[in-house]
C-alpha cells in the first residue's frame, strides 16, 4: 500500500467507487479507495438496484439522468457487466391529488429532457399487467426507468477506475484520522498510514463514525429497508412470452411500494409507516454481508395493499423477504461536499439511492475537488444545509419521518411535525398566541401566517385556507403598517482593520459609506452568484452582513475559506446571538418616530441608511430597508431585548392599525417588486446579468474581486438567459417553482418561484427564458398542474415601479 497520496477516499461502496472513478476520469490519478472488507460490504449488495430519474428537486434529477446514462461508458471502459435493464416504468396514482403531483413531475420533465407521459390508469395495466386498473385514477409513464446489478455496478465502476491509474486497497480498515499541522490528513489504517491531501468521507454506514474520527457529527442515520421476492408468477412468464420484454418497473405512492420484474417472479419493496432504526448511535464496525431478520408483520399494511393494487400476488408465494441498512439524512438526500472548518476532508454519503444518484455524486464531488466548483447546482445534496442544530435527535426524528413519507405527497403550504420546536426566538410564545402557524427554516421556527381561532392550514395544490388571511396581512402592510419576525435572516459581523479590503475583494458592489447600505451580489470565479446580501457600514472597522437563512453554514464556508492568513479580519456568524423585527408600510415611520429618540426623517434616515438607536428601551441596529418593497425597516436587536422592542412597537403602533404578517405574505408582497430570492432565482449557475442583479456589480471599481472577469464576458457577450417576471391567467392555483414555461408552444424555460400577489390581485411567476425571447409581449404559456395558463411578461413592478414609497 502507498504511503502518500493526493486523495484517499473511504469506502468501498457504489459511491466510494464512483467518486474514485470521476476523479481518475478528471486525471488525478495518486487517488486510492480503502474499503475495509470487500467492495459493497455495506449496503450495497442487499440493495433492490432499482435507478429512476425522477427527484422532487430538477437539479438533482439532472444527476440521476446523467448517472443512468453513464452506465454503458463504464461497463464498456471496465469490461464488468452492469445488468443494466431500462424497462421503463409507471408511477401510479390512486387520488387526484397525486395525479395532480404528477402532473407537476411532467412539467419538470419537459425542461429536463426527462420523457414522462401522463396516461389513465388502463393504459397504465397495459403496459404494467399486474396493476389493477380500477385501483387508481391515472398514471405517469416514465421511458427511463430500470435495474441493474449493484455488484456489477460498483465493481465496474472500481475497475474502470484502476485502469485510468487509481488504486483499490481492499481489507483496509481506517482507524483515525489525523490533521498534520502542515494541514495534510494522515490516514491510520491496519496497514499503515498514507498521507493525503485530500480525504472523501463516502463511508455508508458507517459515515458517522469516519466522520467522528475528526470531530465532526454527520446528520446520517440507517434505517432498515425490506423488500420481498415472489415465487416464479405464470403472469411474469405469460408477458415475458407474448412481448418478448420484462415487466416494467411501477411505483404506487399510495401504498408505498416499488415493484420490478426478479427472473421468473417480482420484487416488491415498501417504505412502511412503521419504520424501525438500525443501530442508532454507532455502527458495528464487524457487520458486513450479513443481512437483517426479516419482520412482515411490520410491512404487513403495506402489503395488503400492494396485493389489493396487484392483484397476482394474491396468488403467488413469498421466496425470500430481505432486509438489510441504508442511511438517510434527514431529508432523504444525499450529504455531499467539503466541510466547512476541515479543508481537504470531503463527505459523499446519505446517498440511499446510489444506484440513481452515485454517478452525478461522483461526479459532482470529483468537480468540487479538482476545479473548485462542482459544475452544476447541487444545493439539495450539500453538506452545508444542515448546521450545528442537526443533531443526534434531530437526525433520527426527521430521518424516521423521511423514510415513513418516501412515497408521500408533500404538499406545498405543509408543513412537517417532526424535529420542531428546537429553535425558536423569545417572541415565539407571543406570536403563536396570536395565531402564528409554523415553518421552520434552518432549524428556526418562522411564522408563516396567522390565523384566527378554529382556522388552520388545509394542505393543497390549489389556493388553500391561508389565502383570505394573508390577504388581509398583505393589505395591512401597503395600506397601514405591519410587523414581521425576521429572525431567520442569516447575520454576519466583520471586523478588524483588513475589513473593508477583503470586502472589496469578495463582494462584487462599491463598498458603501460609514451608516449606509447597500445590495450586493458575491460572485465565483466563474462569475455566477454564490451570494446575495445587504452589507451596512457601521463604522471604518465593522460591517453587517445580512443574507439567507438557510445558506449561514454555505456562505461561512466561502468566507472562511477566503479569509487572509494574517488575521486581519474576523468573521463571525452571528445566528440567533441576533434576532431581527421588521416594520414596512407607509406608516411605518410614523410607528417608529414614537418608540424612537433619534431623528428618522427623510431627511435624516433616508433609504438604505444604517444606525444604532433604542427602540424603547431596546437598543438596537437599525435599517431602511424592506423586502416588501415598502417602505420599512429591519431592526436587529440581541435576543434578550426582543420582547421589549416588539412590545414597543406593538404598543406604539395601535393608532396606526399595526398587524403582524408572516412569510407568505411576505412573499405576495415581494412578487409585486419582482424581488427574487436566494436558492430560487439566485443561484450558483446563473450569472449577474441573467438574475438582474448586474445593476448593483460595480464593474468598474478597482478592486479586482472574485469573478470580476467573468462577470465583465458576461456583461460583454450577454449571457444566455434572462429572469423574468410573468403575470399568469391562473385560476384557483398559482405556480410553486419547477413549472415549465412555454413559448410558442415549446417549452423554453422554467419557473423559480411565485404565488398571489394580493395586493395587486395577480398571479405571478418567476422564472429563467432565453434572452433571445425574453422581452417578446406575448406568445407565453405557464403549465401549471398538467394545464397550460397564458403569461405576460411584467418588465415594471406591478407596485412602486418609480420607488416613491420605498424612498419616502
Not at 385514477?137 to 485502469?163: C, I, Q, W
Not at 412503521?274 to 443501530?279: C, G, M
Not at 396485493?307 to 430481505?322: E, L, N, V
Request: charged content about 25%.
Amino acid at each position: 500500500m502507498k504511503s502518500h497520496a493526493e486523495v484517499v477516499v473511504i469506502g468501498g461502496g457504489v459511491v466510494g467507487c464512483s467518486v474514485l472513478f470521476h476523479l481518475a476520469r478528471h486525471g488525478w490519478t495518486d487517488v486510492v479507495l480503502l474499503e475495509r472488507d470487500e467492495l459493497t460490504s455495506g449496503s450495497t449488495w442487499h440493495a433492490a438496484g432499482g435507478m429512476h430519474t425522477i427527484n422532487g428537486d430538477p437539479n438533482v434529477a439532472k444527476l440521476q439522468k446523467y448517472t443512468i446514462s453513464l452506465y454503458k461508458e463504464i461497463e464498456e471502459l471496465s469490461g464488468q457487466a452492469t445488468g443494466v435493464h431500462l424497462t421503463g416504468g409507471v408511477l401510479l396514482a390512486a387520488t387526484e391529488a397525486r395525479l395532480d403531483w404528477l402532473r407537476g413531475m411532467v412539467s419538470k420533465g419537459r425542461y429536463l429532457g426527462i420523457d414522462l407521459e401522463v396516461i389513465s390508469a388502463k393504459e397504465a395495466a397495459e403496459l404494467m399487467p399486474l396493476i389493477d386498473p380500477s385501483q387508481f385514477v391515472g398514471a405517469v409513464r416514465n421511458k427511463e426507468d430500470g435495474h441493474l446489478d449493484p455488484s456489477g455496478v460498483t465493481h465496474a465502476y472500481a475497475k474502470a477506475a484502476r485502469k485510468l491509474g487509481a488504486e483499490v486497497e481492499r481489507f483496509t480498515k481506517v482507524e483515525d484520522i489525523v490533521r498534520r499541522p502542515d494541514g495534510l490528513w494522515r490516514v491510520i489504517t491496519n496497514k499503515g498510514d498514507i498521507i493525503a491531501e485530500h480525504v472523501v468521507n463516502a463511508g455508508g454506514l458507517w459515515a458517522r463514525e469516519v466522520g467522528r474520527m475528526v470531530g465532526l457529527e454527520l446528520p446520517v442515520l440507517a434505517m432498515e429497508h425490506m423488500y420481498l421476492i415472489t415465487e416464479d408468477m405464470p403472469e411474469v412468464a405469460d408477458w415475458n412470452k407474448k412481448t418478448g420484454t420484462e415487466i416494467i418497473h411501477a411505483v404506487d405512492f399510495d401504498g408505498e411500494l416499488y415493484l420490478r420484474q426478479e427472473r421468473g417472479g417480482m420484487l416488491m419493496g415498501t417504505y412502511e409507516k412503521a419504520n424501525k432504526v438500525w443501530s442508532e448511535f454507532s455502527t458495528p464496525w464487524n457487520f458486513g454481508h450479513e443481512l437483517l431478520e426479516p419482520d412482515i408483520d411490520r410491512i404487513a399494511p403495506s402489503l395488503e395493499v400492494g396485493f389489493r393494487h396487484f392483484p397476482a400476488f394474491q396468488k403467488t408465494g413469498i421466496k425470500q423477504i430481505i432486509n438489510g441498512p441504508f442511511t438517510f439524512a434527514p431529508d432523504g438526500n444525499p450529504l455531499v461536499g467539503p466541510v466547512r472548518g476541515l479543508p481537504g476532508f470531503w463527505v459523499a454519503c446519505g446517498v440511499m439511492a446510489g444506484f440513481s444518484q452515485g454517478g452525478g455524486v461522483g461526479l459532482a464531488l470529483s468537480n468540487w475537488m479538482i476545479e473548485g466548483d462542482p459544475g452544476a447546482d447541487i444545493w439539495a445534496m450539500d453538506v452545508a444545509r444542515y448546521g450545528d442544530w442537526a443533531t443526534m435527535a434531530y437526525t433520527n426524528a426527521k430521518v424516521r419521518e423521511n423514510y415513513s413519507r418516501r412515497f408521500s405527497i408533500r404538499f406545498p403550504n405543509e408543513e412537517l411535525p417532526a424535529g420542531r420546536q428546537l429553535k425558536t426566538t423569545p417572541v415565539y410564545d407571543t406570536l403563536a398566541a396570536k395565531g402564528a402557524q409554523w415553518g421552520v427554516s434552518y432549524g428556526l421556527e418562522v411564522p408563516l401566517w396567522y390565523a384566527p381561532d378554529g382556522v388552520k392550514d388545509e394542505f393543497s395544490w390549489r389556493r388553500s385556507s391561508d389565502f383570505d388571511h394573508v390577504g388581509k396581512e398583505v393589505a395591512t402592510v401597503r395600506n397601514g403598517v405591519g410587523l414581521s419576525e425576521i429572525s431567520n435572516f442569516a447575520k454576519y459581523k466583520v471586523t478588524g482593520e483588513g475589513a473593508a479590503a477583503w470586502l472589496d475583494r469578495m463582494l462584487a458592489c462599491k463598498l458603501p459609506k460609514r451608516g449606509r447600505m447597500t445590495l450586493t451580489p458575491m460572485l465565483k470565479d466563474d462569475g455566477k452568484l454564490i451570494g446575495d446580501f445587504t452589507l451596512a457600514n457601521i463604522d471604518d472597522n465593522e460591517w453587517f452582513i445580512a443574507g439567507s437563512g438557510i445558506a449561514e453554514q454555505y456562505h461561512m464556508r466561502w468566507f472562511e475559506a477566503h479569509l487572509p492568513k494574517d488575521g486581519s479580519v474576523h468573521i463571525e456568524a452571528l445566528g440567533q446571538k441576533l434576532t431581527g423585527l421588521a416594520i414596512a408600510g407607509p406608516k411605518a415611520r410614523e410607528v417608529l418616530a414614537k418608540v424612537s429618540r433619534t431623528d428618522v426623517s427623510n431627511t435624516a434616515f433616508p433609504f438604505m441608511a444604517v444606525a444604532r438607536m433604542d427602540i424603547g428601551m431596546a437598543p438596537c441596529l437599525l435599517g431602511r430597508v424592506s423586502y416588501t418593497g415598502d417602505l420599512g425597516y429591519e431592526i436587529w436587536v440581541a435576543p434578550e431585548y426582543q420582547r421589549a422592542a416588539y412590545q414597543a412597537l406593538i404598543a406604539a403602533g395601535e393608532e396606526f392599525g399595526i398587524g403582524l404578517f408572516g412569510s407568505r405574505a411576505l412573499n405576495a408582497l415581494r412578487l409585486e417588486k419582482n424581488y427574487g430570492s436566494w436558492a430560487r432565482e439566485y443561484r450558483p449557475i446563473y450569472g449577474p446579468l441573467e438574475a438582474g442583479l448586474d445593476r448593483f456589480v460595480a464593474y468598474g471599481k478597482e478592486a479586482d474581486f472574485i469573478g470580476k472577469q467573468a462577470a465583465l464576458a458576461e456583461r460583454r457577450e450577454g449571457g444566455r438567459l434572462r429572469l423574468r417576471s410573468f403575470i399568469v391567467d391562473a385560476t384557483d392555483a398559482d405556480v410553486i417553482g419547477d413549472e415549465a414555461i412555454w413559448h410558442d408552444g415549446v417549452v423554453r424555460g422554467w419557473v423559480t418561484s411565485g404565488g398571489y400577489a394580493h395586493n395587486s390581485k395577480k398571479s405571478v411567476a418567476l422564472g429563467y427564458v432565453p434572452k433571445e425571447i425574453a422581452d417578446r409581449p406575448d406568445g407565453f404559456e405557464i403549465e401549471i398542474l398538467g394545464k397550460r395558463h397564458a403569461a405576460r411578461v411584467q418588465a415594471a413592478p406591478l407596485f412602486d415601479a418609480n420607488l416613491e414609497r420605498m424612498r419616502a
